[in-house]
């Protein structure tokens, strides 16, 4: 465990906000966890994983841990599957090429996602056609209130899109140590129902491998570097409507896209409803949508969490006003 003071988060976040934490904590071992907990206690407390899906719009005044706990580890297999163990300050991207290169499926369209795999969980992440909650079989998290270490199922994790039980009422209350996967060995059952995919992959024989280096050449041509320009990915999640909700929409607008989710639910793209309201590529001072992806705010150099922020509101007001849909944002807000 290192502790430092009044440590500058700008290089920790994606949007390259330059912002302080008062106290940076670096967690190695859960070890880290129970001392201080019994020397601190548990108030006033945040959780850094890659700072990729986070907007900083202050200095954090309490006590900030950066989850550093790291490892893989094979835990059980048999003929087709594999269990696996992941520290949560495990790389996500670098773990995916990890499981690629040893054959193993489930999350290669996955690939390139930004961040760690603790944070993983609680946004349930996720990319053409699959998530997270679709190999996760559990995870090992510190409950600060409780003073120990528990282990949640992928029922108690409670996921939805883009969200889980750690988002609603667990927010704020764990520090995810371990996550466990279940990848496949054998009988893998690739994903290219995504067009993008479908056409990146002509030509190419299919496999875990071109899979992953589909899904990499299509994110890169679509988003950013942060390392450039900084961004925090989808700002926004995409709108999950009700039959009678859509059909209004699509009444109104003919030519919305849409894809059917289940019997009662239809989920239409936010990109294409923010295009619509003409922000693609908008520049506001140091801040806008990315000119190839709207759903993408983006930091030109010198922008405050504050004004994006800004930003991202008088997006969710226009959108609001032309198609009575609210879009609600899929980045963290501190």
């Known amino acids: 465990m290192r502790k430092l003071e009044n440590h500058s988060l700008k290089d920790l976040n994606t949007f390259g906000i330059d912002v302080n934490a008062r106290d940076f904590i670096v967690i190695e071992h859960e070890t880290d966890l129970f001392r201080w907990v019994e020397s601190h206690g548990y108030e ?13 719009t202050q200095d954090i005044d309490g006590y900030l841990l950066k989850n550093e706990i790291k490892g893989i580890e094979i835990i059980v297999e048999d003929e087709e599957t594999v269990l696996v163990e992941v520290g949560g300050g495990e790389n996500w991207h670098e773990f995916v090429l990890w499981a690629v290169e040893h054959g193993y499926g489930g999350i290669e369209n996955m690939s390139l996602i930004p961040g760690t795999v603790g944070a993983a969980p609680i946004q349930n992440i996720g ?6 909650k679709d190999v996760f079989e ?7 209130e409780k003073g120990e270490e528990w282990v949640f199922t992928k029922e108690e994790c409670g996921f939805g899109y883009r969200d889980s039980v750690f988002k609603r009422a667990l927010r704020n209350k764990v520090f995810i140590t371990r996550v466990y996967l279940r990848l496949t060995k054998q009988n893998h059952s690739l994903n290219t129902s ?5 056409k990146e992959l002509t030509g190419k024989a299919v496999s875990i491998r071109s899979i992953s280096d589909a899904v990499i050449a ?18 926004f999640k995409n709108v999950e409507l009700s039959k009678e909700t859509f059909s209004n929409l699509q009444e109104a607008f003919p030519s919305v896209p849409h894809y059917i989710m289940d019997e009662q639910t239809i989920k239409v793209p936010t990109a ?17 949508c990315y000119e190839k992806q709207p759903l993408v705010l983006v930091n030109y150099g010198h922008a405050t969490g504050a004004e994006i922020l800004e930003f991202s509101k008088k997006v969710q007001k226009k959108v609001q006003e032309k198609f009575n849909v609210r879009i609600s944002p899929e980045v963290n807000i501190w």
Request: charged content about 15%.
């Open 44 to 56: 006033d407390i945040h959780v850094l994983g890659g700072g990729s899906n986070l907007l900083l």
């Open 127 to 132: 990319a053409y056609g699959v998530e997270l």
């Open 138 to 144: 559990g995870l090992n998290a510190f409950h600060w």
């Open 194 to 198: 995504y067009g993008a995919i479908s």
């Open 218 to 235: 299509i994110r890169q041509s679509k988003l950013p570097d942060p390392k450039v320009l900084g961004n925090s990915g989808s700002f």
């Open 272 to 288: 294409w409803l923010i295009d619509q309201c003409g922000f693609k590529g908008v520049r506001y001072g140091e801040t806008g």
